[in-house]
């Protein structure tokens, strides 16, 4: 199947079904005898500038209408699984190969509150400018990757 095509069913089935994320996405598109890569799929929201937006009954992926800054954290927010912290440090867990993405997004945010980040294949690290803060930051990047 070509790229064409393929966006073209995407864009039907996300406008016309209500679809939460990415994997309910691959299953429908699957069912029409279209089989993607996560990572090719991925690529295709991007282009095509899908996000993902909290609705009355959890997420709902949707077509842009908004700026290109919020369809990046729309993406940006699709590929993180969790925030946790403890004492020293925040950690975000990913899609598989998409920490890195994460961990520039959040670096080009230019907090004060966040010294660096380290990237793996699928967690990120956070070091926050003081512990004393680690609780506002997981805050700010809670709220720096939601679409509400």
């Known amino acids: 199947m070509n790229k ?6 995407i864009r039907e089935l996300v406008e016309n079904r209500e679809v939460s994320g990415q994997l309910e996405l ?9 089989r993607v890569a996560q990572a090719t799929l991925s690529r295709d929201f991007a282009e095509l500038g899908i996000v993902r937006k909290r609705s009355g009954h959890g997420y709902r992926l949707e077509l842009p209408e908004t700026s290109t800054e919020e369809i990046i954290r729309g993406l940006v927010g699709m590929e993180v699984l969790s925030v946790a912290s403890n004492e020293t440090s925040v ?36 070091i ?21």
């Open 4 to 9: 064409t095509l393929r966006q073209r069913k």
């Open 26 to 34: 691959l299953g429908m598109l699957e069912e029409t005898g279209i």
């Open 91 to 126: 950690i975000l867990r990913t899609l598989a190969g998409r920490a890195h993405g994460v961990a520039s997004f959040l670096d080009r945010l230019k907090s004060p509150e966040i010294l660096g980040t380290i990237a793996g294949d699928d967690t990120v690290l956070i």
């Open 128 to 148: 926050p400018a003081s512990i004393t803060k680690i609780s506002a930051v997981k805050s700010y990047i809670q709220k720096s990757l939601s679409q509400t």
